[in-house]
């Protein structure tokens, strides 16, 4: 008896997903957890893993298709088995319904209209890898003229290097030739053969999912909140003592000891003490977050970045914050985070130091009220005054910056939580 | 020595040539049996026989494709274009080919080729049997471009051409054909390919010319003398490569330069010698860098008055001498 | 003067010796396998030009293996190869001009790929214009005559390109002289995106001799073993005197003209299926298998070999220096 995958559903308020990629094709062996296929939401891709061994027998669902939670997208059997034209496991239907469901059988002998025949024999098409939504998931003639419409953007024919287009021009300006290669792997490049090839110099990158939803959001975040940036300068001597007092211990709890996870606590210290910053506006009124969720933007390089969030992050401590801020990080560069675990943040801390950035102004994380912006740890001067004598010493400074809503904080305000943070790093023990 | 026409020299050239080198071959046509429409090949037919002087077809481009390849497979053609005009044609095969094949090659393939072709108007020849076709090719990198003047130079020049490696195309000034006699010697001796040469020696004005033209600069050099104008003479010979050397040092002395062609003003060979000049004589220069030249319409018009206003003559460019000088 | 033109069903195998046989598969499968990595690198864009010849091995190896290959002269085409590799190029040799490196022996990187040139083979330079080798290969066969030696001269070239000038400028001379002279037209049916009624009003290119009073003669050039018979017949006619002969040989075109040509928009997608199925060298892989000539196993171990072949020389040349900007100026003249 074979296995039928499920469009799982991927977070509490995540109804549905869309197909990005299968990672298996008809005919292949599939293992036990076997990465079978990559689900794209509003936030994340996830990799789903096979439920059972054996062959993959059927595919129900495309890629491009975006499925229902619960939907059969797929079926493994043993090669040979008999499968089912539509999901096998037992329905909520009533039985009077039922009685209307298809026979078992194999795929493509299940009730094929004549002009579905028709059309699959003169354009090729294999009836298993349409995707029927007719009664009882039968071929519809719509489904199968939908599928014949998509068939040149199929990746699943792989083509060889000759067989790919060309641009059709026969000769390009050199640069273009050799400033165009794509990534360092050996593969086809493929210009979209749905778009026209584009004849000047300029090459036009295609947007991907998470590029789409930045740019969406950052938009979104401009529009809605008059942002504002006030920026601190933090002696973290005392930081930095006692990090490298630590940092072995930590590292034999399983924990690698970051600076960040000293910023998260100070932040988590000044929100509790200036609850008015985890907050979101809203027309009836300012809503003060009970909890707080602190967000930790990891960049994910030249594929844009993420920020999980830490839920309850009142609740940690210093090895719990480098703990989960480390399995956090980890996972989002590998793409294994779970959409819940991108939403529903209160506050965000944005790192922009690591890349050299002395200061920034970041984009507010809506609907959040301020975003607080680490800059690069720098050794600098600074003037110390000990009984009324000044002095020149090094210390290793950073400039803190919080970007925030106007509606929701003045500068004053703003000012005395950044001063709170400042405070709490300063005199860390 | 015996005083020789233009033609005999050419002549007497390739007999010379056939007879040192069985390597040697020419075709063209009516090359053979007619002994060429200007008689340039007669008696060679009689003399060598049908695989030394080939008739080819009526076919300007084969008659050049043919030569790039028999050189190539150790031979040395001589390929006669019966007209200048006609040599359009066979473009692609000289330029795209035989001026290209070293240089694409890395010097293992050579073309060592002559395409003698008779050039230039005042013959009555109307517009497809006078043009001048030397800036066209001239400008082509690994093309030889050589224009005799006289007798005793066609014969020289000739046999370089037939020995040098390169691809030669060997303007003859039709005109001068029967026109200029000179001294020719018997025997064998060269003319060096890539040397000009100053046939009258002054101090006034330096005049630049080749071909028919070089011979009526001569004319209006002795009438102007009478003026007690001094030209300094310069044959240039070789269009491509052009001794520049000899140029530079004439314009130095003299600082004054009058160029000399038949062929259309615009874009001709005399633009790049201006050209040179201007740049690197520039310290020598003393007036403006002057051409007689012919008109820009399509050469030569054939009704004898348009023929005469369209071509430079003796006094035409004694003219233009005087001008140069009194600058 | 009419003369015959003969056409030939598939040759059968036990005509050669299977040594032979297994030497010119070979020949095709390493012109195929380096023609596929060159496609290769256009596309990770490491070079910038390539033109290919699969579908056409079979004519030109075939042809190849009939001449006194390295001795009788050859003026390819860019299409050629499979010929120029069973004349004694190397596969580092192509791979060399592909990347435009110094030591490419054709033209030291001044040519693109595909212009090949190696004159110890005999194998005369390759240019764009099209057809101008084929008056030269006249010419080149003239001073053979003339010089009384026992060479031919072998020259190639698309149907398309038989429409120059310079095509029937060569055919007069080859006529009228008799000369030692065999002129191939690999008829892949397309001059770039031009079909060939649109270039010629006749359905054989061989057609075309009679005009000139030369042997007019068409094979299928899916089968190595037809061109090979055909090319013989011609060479020994030639090289005995008797003329010229234009050996026509059917070729498919597998990939686009070049490059970066599109020919999804002058080929449909059920063309290009049904040309698969006329590639000639699974075909030749299978008779040759059918006959027991060709095992499973050393069919395995050659293409291994091949392949690795063409790695080394990929590598080698990829790795090799450009040229320097002093070969760039020239020279230009021969001493």
């Not at chain 2, 690994?142 to 370089?160: F, M, Q, T, Y």
């Not at chain 3, 056409?7 to 380096?34: F, I, K, V």
């Not at chain 3, 049916?189 to 359905?203: C, D, G, L, N």
Request: aromatic letters at 6%.
């Amino acid at each position: 008896m074979g296995t039928p995958v499920i469009m799982p559903q991927l977070g509490e308020s995540v109804v549905e997903g869309k197909i990005s990629r299968w990672l298996k094709q008809l005919g292949e062996p599939v293992k036990l957890y076997e990465p079978l296929l990559e689900v794209e939401t509003d936030k994340v891709t996830t990799e789903v893993t096979a439920a059972g061994a054996g062959t993959l027998l059927k595919l129900y669902a495309n890629e491009g298709d975006v499925v229902k939670a619960g939907t059969l997208i797929a079926f493994i059997g043993a090669s040979g088995e008999s499968v089912p034209a539509t999901d096998p496991r037992p329905s909520s239907l009533p039985e009077s319904e039922r009685e209307q469901e298809m026979p078992r059988g194999n795929g493509s002998s299940a009730r094929i209209s004549p002009v579905v025949a028709r059309i699959a024999s003169e354009h090729h098409v294999d009836l298993a890898l349409v995707h029927g939504t007719g009664e009882g998931g039968r071929v519809t003639k719509k489904d199968i003229l939908a599928y014949v419409e998509m068939q040149p953007d199929t990746p699943s024919e792989k083509l060889e290097a000759w067989e790919q287009p060309g641009l059709g021009e026969l000769f390009r300006p050199t640069e273009e030739v050799f400033g165009t290669a794509v990534s360092a792997s050996p593969g086809p490049i493929a210009p979209a053969a749905a778009s026209a090839p584009t004849v000047t110099s300029d090459e036009v990158l295609p947007l991907n999912g998470m590029r789409k939803a930045i740019a969406e959001h950052m938009v979104m975040s401009k529009r809605t909140s008059p942002h504002v940036t006030t920026v601190f300068e933090v002696d973290l001597s005392k930081v930095v003592a006692h990090r490298n007092t630590h940092k072995a211990q930590f590292e034999r709890d399983g924990a690698n000891l970051t600076f960040t996870p000293y910023f998260a606590m100070a932040t988590i210290a000044a929100l509790k003490k200036h609850p008015l910053v985890n907050s979101s506006w809203s027309d009836s009124g300012i809503v003060l977050h009970r909890t707080v969720n602190l967000g930790i933007a990891v960049s994910l390089g030249e594929d844009g970045l993420i920020v999980p969030v830490i839920k309850n992050a009142d609740s940690l401590n210093l090895l719990g914050f480098a703990r989960t801020i480390n399995d956090l990080a980890d996972r989002a560069r590998r793409k294994q985070l779970k959409p819940d675990e991108v939403q529903g943040g209160t506050f965000t801390i944005t790192n922009h130091g690591t890349s050299g950035s002395l200061f920034a102004t970041p984009v507010i994380n809506q609907p959040q009220c301020g975003i607080l912006g680490v800059g690069l740890i720098q050794k600098r001067v600074v003037v110390v005054t000990q009984n009324e004598v000044d002095a020149i010493a090094i210390k290793p400074m950073v400039y803190v910056g919080l970007t925030f809503d106007h509606r929701i904080l003045d500068g004053n305000s703003a000012d005395n939580f950044v001063a709170a943070i400042k405070q709490r790093l300063e005199s860390w023990t | 020595m015996a005083e020789k026409t233009l033609i005999e020299g050419i002549r007497e050239a390739m007999d010379e040539e056939l007879a040192r080198d069985d390597s040697v071959f020419i075709t063209g046509e009516d090359v053979g049996q007619r002994g060429g429409v200007f008689r340039a090949t007669l008696g060679l037919f009689d003399k060598y026989g049908p695989t030394r002087v080939i008739d080819s077809p009526l076919a300007e481009l084969s008659i050049v494709a043919v030569g790039i390849g028999a050189a190539m497979n150790g031979l040395r053609p001589i390929c006669e274009i019966q007209f200048a005009d006609f040599i359009q044609p066979a473009y692609n095969q000289i330029v795209n080919e035989a001026a290209r094949m070293y240089y694409r090659t890395g010097g293992t393939f050579t073309v060592p080729m002559v395409i003698r072709t008779p050039y230039g108007g005042g013959i009555g020849g109307g517009l497809y049997h006078s043009q001048s076709i030397e800036a066209t090719y001239a400008h082509v990198p690994g093309l030889k471009v050589v224009i005799p003047s006289n007798p005793h130079d066609a014969k020289g020049l000739l046999k370089s051409a037939v020995r040098d490696n390169n691809p030669v195309l060997f303007l003859e000034p039709k005109k001068g054909y029967r026109l200029i006699k000179g001294e020719v010697p018997d025997g064998d001796y060269t003319v060096p390919i890539g040397q000009a040469q100053i046939t009258r020696e002054g101090s006034d004005i330096s005049v630049y010319a080749y071909g028919m033209m070089h011979y009526y600069c001569q004319q209006a050099a002795e009438e102007v003398a009478r003026d007690g104008i001094d030209v300094e003479l310069i044959d240039l010979r070789t269009l491509n490569p052009l001794d520049k050397d000899t140029v530079l040092e004439s314009f130095k002395k003299t600082g004054k330069a009058l160029i000399v062609y038949e062929d259309n003003r615009f874009l001709g060979y005399g633009a790049e010698i201006a050209a040179i000049l201007a740049d690197e004589g520039f310290n020598y220069m003393d007036a403006p860098i002057r051409r007689v030249a012919g008109p820009d319409v399509p050469a030569v018009p054939y009704s004898h008055p348009l023929q005469d206003w369209f071509m430079p003559n003796p006094q035409k460019i004694a003219e233009a001498m005087r001008k140069l000088a009194r600058y | 003067m009419v003369v015959p033109v003969l056409e030939s069903a598939t040759a059968p195998l036990a005509d050669l010796p299977a040594d032979l046989l297994l030497d010119m598969y070979t020949a095709m499968l390493r012109a195929r396998r380096l023609d596929e990595r060159c496609w290769i690198l256009h596309r990770q864009g490491k070079i910038a030009f390539h033109i290919s010849g699969m579908g056409h091995e079979a004519a030109q190896v075939g042809i190849a293996f009939a001449m006194r290959r390295g001795e009788d002269h050859f003026l390819p085409y860019y299409r050629d190869l499979a010929m120029v590799l069973a004349c004694g190029m190397t596969s580092l040799e192509v791979m060399l001009g592909v990347f435009g490196r110094q030591d490419d022996p054709s033209s030291g990187g001044r040519q693109m790929p595909e212009h090949y040139s190696r004159r110890s083979k005999n194998i005369y330079s390759v240019s764009s214009p099209v057809a101008t080798q084929v008056p030269q290969a006249a010419g080149v066969a003239l001073a053979e005559k003339l010089k009384g030696g026992d060479r031919v001269a072998v020259t190639c070239l698309g149907e398309g390109s038989t429409n120059q000038g310079d095509f029937h400028e060569a055919l007069t001379w080859a006529g009228v002289h008799k000369l030692p002279l065999i002129v191939v037209v690999e008829n892949n049916e397309y001059a770039i995106s031009v079909p060939m009624e649109k270039q010629m009003a006749i359905p054989r290119v061989s057609d075309r001799a009679s005009a000139y009073g030369v042997r007019g003669v068409t094979v299928d050039g899916l089968d190595p073993i037809a061109a090979y018979h055909a090319a013989q017949e011609a060479i020994d006619i030639a090289r005995s005197g008797g003329g010229a002969t234009l050996l026509e040989v059917r070729v498919v075109r597998l990939t686009p003209h070049s490059s970066d040509d599109d020919d999804s928009a002058y080929r449909s997608k059920e063309d290009k299926a049904a040309l698969k199925i006329s590639d000639p060298l699974p075909k030749f892989r299978g008779r040759l298998m059918d006959a027991g000539i060709l095992s499973q196993q050393h069919e395995r171990e050659l293409d291994e070999r091949i392949v690795d072949e063409v790695n080394h020389a990929h590598q080698a040349a990829e790795a090799a220096p450009y040229p320097t900007v002093e070969w760039a100026a020239g020279p230009v003249f021969a001493a």
